[in-house]
Nanobody
Framework: QVQLVESGGGLAQAGGSLRLSCAAS????????MGWFRQAPGKAREFVGAIMWIGRPYYADSVKGRFTISRDSAKNTVYLQMNSLKPEDTAVYYC???????????????WGQGTQVTISS
């Protein structure tokens, strides 16, 4: 069982930055692949990016070059650094985890509760 708790959401202006954190429970954090998803009002949840247990990150085209995912296994925490934010980045952001590399980008097993990010123009 993996429990995930996000933090760091809030309000920022367009062009600004925010960093989200996701604290994971469990002693096997280092073996899990970690993902970030987001859901804007009236839209389906979408994949933002992921970082595999071996450390390799993947990003959706919409955030590539602006967002960076990293993980700190000593702190059981994964981060989403968001730069050059746009109003269309406004959404609830969810942290997710799965032991499967394939699943973490599509249908991860474990989810956090989400944190709101709002970008003003």
């Amino acid at each position: 069982q993996v429990q995930l708790v996000e933090s760091g959401g809030g309000l920022a202006q367009a062009g600004g930055s925010l960093r989200l954190s996701c604290a994971a429970s469990g002693r096997t954090f280092s073996s899990y692949n970690m993902g970030w998803f987001r859901q804007a009002p009236g839209k389906a949840r979408e994949f933002v990016g992921a970082i595999m247990w071996i450390g390799r990150p993947y990003y959706a085209d919409s955030v590539k070059g602006r967002f960076t995912i990293s993980r700190d296994s000593a702190k059981n925490t994964v981060y989403l650094q968001m730069n050059s934010l746009k109003p269309e980045d406004t959404a609830v952001y969810y942290c997710a985890a799965d032991a499967s590399i394939a699943a973490v980008t599509t249908s991860p097993e474990y989810w956090g509760q989400g944190t709101q990010v709002t970008i003003s123009s």
